[in-house]
């Protein structure tokens, strides 16, 4: 499909998407330039994660990243990816607190982002959030397994769900906030086996994984991860698709050298004027 042509992407085309057994692309993005680049190759879901706290601003942790920080990146976006469904990562503490905190940060990346959809994290103790942000006209995604936000809870970045009674858990959450109205639940690292039985279970709602194998309706990564651009670790789950970094910092190199060894700039890097203006502006001068 010609990234030119493209009709703006909605919850329709997804749906029919997985009818027709069509795996959905999805990557996250947090800036124009790398949003015009996942248009053109026809991405057709966009989040812009909270992960831009760790991969964008250095932080430690999703934790430190503000609604408006989230607003800000996710107009970016907006404006590299017209056609692209957008999905706007509701960041920490901008719906754990109550209903209608949710629903007022859930509208903000609706009216001032022009998003299409925002994902909030947890199971059933979320469920009344996504119910009353989906009451309020807002189209909402869950997250399940591997929570970042909840990540000192669950002992670190690791694989969530692998005893059966942890499986069985995650299994009722995804029900849950399906019923809830959820049209679409990522499952982040959780075993290939309990994420192909929610997507054989699921109803009415879109199964994407992020890690968590090859049966769900969809695809998720990060996009640092898939490029080689987070230099503090490299999860299991990312394939490199383009060692992106290592070209860069070749490039990084390459510059700092040349400057160094004055060969750049050279003539064709560099703006001159005509001899007869110089000569009058020498003049000019004394």
């Known amino acids: 499909m010609s990234e030119s042509t493209r009709k703006k992407i909605t919850i329709n085309y997804l749906f029919k998407k997985v009818r027709e057994g069509e795996p959905i692309t999805w990557l996250t993005c947090y800036d124009y330039p790398t949003a015009y680049l996942q248009e053109q190759a026809g991405i057709e879901m966009i989040l812009v994660g909270d992960s831009l706290g760790m991969t964008m601003l250095g932080y430690d942790s999703t934790l430190p990243v503000t609604m408006d920080d989230m607003i800000r990146h996710s107009q970016a976006v907006r404006r590299g990816a017209p056609t692209a469904f957008l999905v706007g990562d509701m960041p920490y503490m901008s719906y754990q607190p109550s209903v209608e905190t949710a629903i007022r940060n859930a509208g903000r990346f609706m009216a001032e982002a022009g998003c299409d ?40 970045f690791r694989l969530q769900g692998k ?32 994420c192909q039985l929610i997507t054989e279970r699921a109803e009415n709602c879109i199964i994407m994984s992020l890690g968590s194998g090859p049966h769900a309706h969809g695809q998720l990564l990060i996009f640092h991860d898939m490029f080689g651009l987070y230099p503090k670790f490299k999860p299991r789950m990312a394939k490199v698709f383009g060692n992106a970094g290592e070209i860069i910092l070749n490039g990084l190199k390459a510059y700092h050298d040349e400057v160094k060894e004055r060969k750049f700039p050279q003539p064709e890097n560099w703006f001159g004027m005509p001899d007869d203006e110089y000569e009058e502006l020498l003049d000019m001068l004394g």
Do not use: N, W, Y
């Open 163 to 194: 005893t059966a009674a942890m499986a069985k858990k995650i299994i009722d959450d995804a029900k849950t906030l399906e019923r809830a109205g959820a049209f679409c639940i990522l499952l982040e690292m959780v075993p290939d086996r309990v």
């Open 117 to 156: 959809a925002i994902k909030l994290e947890g199971g059933a103790e979320m469920a009344s959030r996504i119910e009353g942000i989906v009451k309020a006209g807002i189209p909402a995604i869950g997250h399940l397994g591997l929570t970042p936000q909840s990540v000192s809870a669950l002992g670190g």
